[in-house]
């Protein structure tokens, strides 16, 4: 593609949170130690049940909501004597309780935001509400709040797709999710192929036609030059029942690209449309009415609408009777920590003498606490059987300034002599020698290397036979031997979960080391968002490695930073197109599965790194529209709607 888009990465707030699991000692010899350890294990497990039991008090639950409502920004810790005021339940433990109900409640009340800002956007654009009625999903409103909300991909997706299923309590039977739409013959969906042809070929035929509509106009036309093949597959697709018709219709795109003798084409976005086309005269109008009628109050899930998993910690640790002990506030318990390294905590039960334990403060803590930190809070919960582990975790708050460790960053940095680039790209890949490409063709450090190999190892070799094994002895579920494998299999994704954490933090270091070697002023990254849902096979696992996460990039930024003494600006790009154009001549590169690292361009013949080459042109785009300060033109695509803005019209994955 020849657009691209630019958004800046804005900077995190000044002050930022931190949660660090502490050890907890018990003192007397090593059996009273154990027996201390689970009686206070249980006195906490009690404490837990208690509070779920307050967090899901229905009154208690209503008044957490309207006041959620009533005060959007207040603090978390301010509100538990307010809910007590109305509940008129006072106990020491509430206080923990009535927190977490709020922060569920500030929660549950951003939802019925975002719910709201969608409804709004869907009657703006009808074309898209019918079609997130009809498959629950509608890839450019996901793309568009992404941007807006600055949320995941994932997350927008989840949020819509729910409030689709939670709708369907309102729905009339022609609009249920997953069940029939209304019939449709043959005559009807051959005319409205063509219908829809023209029409969007008039729409979006343009002086300043981006490449991504043409290819719309082209497979649309392609469709229609096709009809009497095409018409019986969406007849017969629209007509009977699917389990899933987003997923149902990804199927009809492969069976219709192999009818029409284009295996590999893409015509998920142009079937979508057709469709949408095709019933809008028929249930446009009830789509749009059912979103009017409908309050976001009402398909949103209240706070504490099911238990989850696992037990709340407790929170607002008090010098009072039945909660656990600590020794003052937040900032005595700083003081003690820094000066002795660690504090005394109490268990309590009534009529029951206090357990008392030591929290041991790790090296890691004191030295952010040393370097300005400050204890906010604990939280403290109990462990399931055999372990009986009391686990306590210390929450700090400060600058970011305070948490960066450069350490780790000069390592990488005394091996390093690239030349000098006020401009580098980025382009991420799954996990491998490849992961990180940079524009100036920096390898990755040789600390990767065993951690590489390792977690490969486990992906393709260790974890592919243990699963045969466990296949092999899944007739008897019960055995041992069956057991024994299902947790041995168990411990080997946790070690490839570990490996795989351990090179995501060697990643931020190593990239601060190239931005500072190379006394780089603008670094450009890769805009990921993808979605792994419906991805099978290698392409998933792909997916699912790729260091993609932005929090990554912005913390090698600051650090750089940190070093260099002036701020290195962070810019995401749209890198769509940056994978097959060479960067020198500007021809077609010839990149399959067997040459994807390595591969030739067709118009010069040189075989080249296929990475490096995506990351050259992701910096180069990059900089040219940041020289040119413009955003490129966007098509959009409606059915006589109100159209949105022009950030609003951002292209579909």
């Known amino acids: 593609m020849n657009s691209v888009s630019v958004q800046e990465v804005q ?32 006195r906490i497990k009690g404490l837990q049940v208690q509070q779920e039991d307050i967090a899901f008090n229905r009154l208690a639950k209503k008044t957490a909501m309207d006041l959620a409502r009533k005060y959007p920004r207040a603090e978390a810790k301010r509100v538990p004597s307010e809910i007590s005021k109305t509940t008129k339940n006072s106990r020491n433990i509430t206080k923990s309780a009535y927190y977490w109900l709020f922060v569920a409640a500030k929660g549950a009340y951003d939802r019925e935001k975002k719910v709201a800002d969608f409804f709004n956007y869907l009657l703006q654009n009808q074309d898209q509400a019918l079609e997130w009625a009809i498959f629950g999903r509608s890839p450019r409103a996901e793309l568009y709040f992404t941007k807006k909300w600055k949320a995941s991909r994932l997350y927008v997706i989840n949020l819509i797709n729910r409030t689709r299923r939670q709708i369907d309590k309102f729905c009339p039977p022609q609009l249920k999710f997953n069940t029939k ?81 284009k295996p590999h084409r893409v015509l998920f976005s142009a079937l979508r449309t057709i469709i949408v086309f095709a019933l809008f ?47 003052g ?49 604990l ?40 030349p000098k680039e006020d401009e580098i790209g980025l382009d991420v890949n799954r996990i491998g ?58 411990r080997i994704y946790q070690r490839k979960f570990r490996i795989k954490k351990e090179i995501f933090n060697m990643i931020p270091h190593f990239l601060a080391s190239v931005m500072i070697k190379s006394k780089c002023k603008t670094f450009f990254v890769e805009d990921l968002e993808i979605d792994q849902r419906g991805r099978k096979g290698a392409l998933a696992i792909a997916i699912s490695s790729m260091p ?53 361009c067709r118009k010069c013949g040189k075989t080249i790194d296929t990475h490096i080459n995506s990351a050259k042109n992701v910096r180069d785009k990059g900089v040219e529209l940041l020289r040119l300060k413009t955003h490129p033109s966007t098509h959009t695509r409606g059915m006589g709607s109100n159209q949105a803005s022009e950030s609003e019209q951002s292209a579909e994955v």
């Open 379 to 418: 939280y403290i919960r109990s462990s399931p059987a055999p372990s009986y582990k009391v686990r306590v975790a210390v929450v700090l708050e400060g600058p970011v300034e305070v948490f960066l460790s450069t350490k780790l960053t000069k390592q990488f940095a005394k091996r390093m002599r690239p």
């Open 11 to 42: 900077k995190p707030e000044a002050i930022v949170i931190r949660t660090y699991h502490m050890g907890v000692k018990f003192h007397g010899s090593k059996e009273d130690k154990r027996i201390q350890e689970i009686e206070a294990n249980q």
């Open 433 to 490: 020698k490849h992961m990180l490409a940079l524009s100036n063709g920096v390898k990755l450090a040789k600390e990767f290397d065993l951690l590489i190999e390792k977690y490969q190892e486990l992906t393709k070799k260790t974890i592919p036979e243990m699963h045969h094994n466990l296949t092999m002895k899944g007739q008897k579920k019960k055995s041992n031997a069956y057991i024994k494998a299902k947790g041995e299999l168990a």
């Open 181 to 261: 739409l209304p019939l449709l013959t043959q005559k009807e969906i051959e005319g409205a192929i063509q219908k829809c042809n023209k029409y969007m070929s008039m729409q979006l035929t343009t002086p300043d036609m981006t490449n991504q509509a043409q290819t719309f106009v082209n497979t649309l036309r392609l469709l229609a030059i096709n009809t009497s093949i095409v018409a019986p597959h969406l007849t017969a697709w629209n007509n009977l029942e699917h389990t899933s018709r987003w997923r149902s219709i990804r199927l009809l795109n492969k069976t219709i690209a192999e009818a029409i003798g």
């Open 548 to 600: 993609k996460n932005m929090q990554m990039i912005e913390k090698a930024v600051q650090l750089a930073s940190n070093v260099l003494g002036y701020e290195v600006k962070l810019v995401k790009v749209d890198a769509r197109g940056t994978s097959r154009k060479h960067n020198i001549c500007g021809g077609t590169i010839e990149r399959t599965l067997k040459r994807y690292d390595r591969a030739k």
């Open 329 to 377: 506030n937040s900032e005595h318990m700083t003081f003690l920590a820094k000066a002795n390294g660690e504090f005394d905590i109490g268990f309590l039960l009534k009529d029951h003498p206090r357990i008392t334990a030591t929290l041991v403060i790790s090296k890691k803590v004191l030295r952010y606490l040393a370097n300005g930190a400050r204890i906010r809070v």
């Open 281 to 327: 005269p028929d249930i446009g109008k009830t789509a749009i009415k059912l979103i009017k009628s409908t309050r976001p109050e009402e398909v949103v899930n209240p706070p504490f609408h099911k238990k989850k998993k696992g037990r709340i910690p407790i929170i607002l640790l008090m010098k009072d009777r039945l909660v656990v002990m600590r020794p």
